[in-house]
């Protein structure tokens, strides 16, 4: 089984499942979209009976594949009918149902979840039972959704998901001209935020030295927040050094004019840049080796 946990910290706000709702019924009543007639597994989620096929949860879930192969009670009563249901505590309906949206959609290809919380109790459950693919679904589409850069990290954190999304959130706390208020500092945790805090001063006095040196620097900004795009990144370009400038292309009468030509592609190759969709820059590379960010997740 898997060692994720999707229980909240005790030390920031976290995305947690929701809670149960204590003004149900004192009797269990079957749900009335997920009780299905010709079900052979009954679970029970706070006062609610769903009753579902076990082969569809064997099939997607390493947890129930092995919870129905042990011997004894569990493998053999519990959940054949509704006087002896297969009972699941801490957890609401609502996520249970939200995650029976995916199990059982109402035509093949739609999704009935669209916010953020209604993916994340789906992400919680996928997580907790080892519903693998459907974890990959959900986390595929948090990511496409609109939050903040804090949002994006705590969710990571929460759920293990690394990347370039996650480093594109880091990249654009680290690069905005803003500091962390008090209140993202408490969501990220101090060790984070003061991580967060010593990259923004490391590289925001790097741009500031490049100033003096004479050079310039540009920040660039990604709109699409893709898994596989980086969000935001920077790129510091330096005036060379007079013996390289034979090297850059660079003619006198555009030093004294104070623009500086672009590398020439044999120039670049001849330095060593990096060259693809794959190479990751200089501060952004940086970024990721703090946090310790798997890029190729």
């Known amino acids: 089984m898997s060692s994720r946990s999707c229980s909240p910290s005790t030390s920031t706000v976290r995305y947690h499942l929701n809670e149960p709702d204590n003004d149900s019924p004192p009797f269990a009543v ?22 579902v096929f076990r082969s569809t949860f064997t099939r997607h879930s390493a947890f129930f594949k092995d919870l129905f192969s042990l011997p004894g009670p569990v493998g053999t009563a519990e959940g054949l009918d509704d006087d002896n249901p297969l009972q699941f505590s801490g957890i609401s309906a609502i996520d249970f149902e939200r995650l029976l949206w995916v199990l059982y959609p109402p035509c093949y290809g739609a999704h009935r979840a669209r916010t953020r919380d209604e993916w994340t109790s789906i992400l919680c459950l996928a997580t907790r039972w080892d519903f693998n693919d459907i ?10 959704l609109d939050m903040s850069p804090v949002d994006k990290i705590i ?28 209140c993202e500092g408490a969501r990220l945790g101090l060790e984070t935020a003061m991580r967060v805090a010593q990259l923004r001063e490391r590289l925001h006095s790097s741009c500031r030295k490049s100033s003096r040196m004479g050079g310039y620097h540009t920040l660039t900004r990604s709109a699409a927040m893709r898994h596989d795009s980086i969000a935001a990144h920077m790129t510091v370009i330096v005036k060379p050094p007079r013996m390289e400038r034979s090297q850059w292309g660079i003619e006198k009468s555009l030093l004294r004019s104070g623009d500086i030509a672009p590398p020439t592609r044999e120039s670049t190759q001849k330095l060593g840049t990096k060259k693809g969709a794959t190479a990751i820059p200089g501060p952004a590379r940086l970024i990721a080796e703090t946090f310790g960010i798997d890029l190729t997740r």
């Open 30 to 51: 079957p749900h009335p979209e997920y009780y299905l007639e010709d079900g052979n597994l009954v679970i029970q989620v706070e006062n609610t009976l769903f009753r």
């Open 135 to 144: 974890r990959t679904l959900a986390i595929r589409e948090v990511q496409s």
């Open 155 to 182: 969710l990571a954190q929460e759920f293990d998901i690394g990347g370039r999304w996650l480093l594109g959130a880091y990249t654009a706390l680290c690069e905005r001209a803003e500091p962390l208020s008090v």
